[in-house]
């Protein structure tokens, strides 16, 4: 059975920092590239960051995530993270984090979409908020 499972998401000031883990089984970790997704309340889901399963791990942010977040991956540990710094209230959204079916994308639209993804966790909450 595949399972992704994230934790990490919390209340946090604007300003503070979080750290969201995926640990995920069921399927060859390693093999596959990796992605954060979020969605707003009401809104449609947004890509975060992704980071590929080789080549160096190549790694891809969104706008919005350049520079104050970072994805990292342990193959031993089946894990994938986001370090998330300088949170400010429009972070505030589920996190899910998700397998990716291949890396076309960059090449044709430069941003993943939802059918780039394959395999979904359940999400986890960060509010951001004083």
């Known amino acids: 059975e595949v399972r992704l499972v994230e934790s990490g998401g919390a209340l946090v000031q604007p300003g503070g920092s979080l750290k969201l883990s995926c640990i995920t089984s069921g399927f060859a970790f390693s093999d596959y590239d990796m992605g954060w997704v979020r969605q707003v309340a009401g809104k449609g889901l947004e890509w975060v960051s992704v980071i590929t399963s080789g080549g160096g791990y190549s790694t891809y942010y969104s706008p919005s995530a350049k520079g104050r977040f970072a994805i990292s991956r342990d193959n031993a540990k089946n894990t994938l993270y986001l370090q998330m710094n300088g949170l400010k209230t429009e972070d505030t959204a589920v996190y899910y984090c998700?397998?990716?079916?291949?890396?076309?994308?960059?090449?044709?639209?430069?941003?993943?979409?939802?059918?780039?993804?394959?395999?979904w966790g359940q999400g986890t909450q960060v509010t951001v908020a004083s």
């Open positions: 998700a397998t990716l079916f291949n890396m076309d994308w960059v090449r044709w639209r430069g941003y993943p979409e939802k059918d780039d993804f394959g395999y």
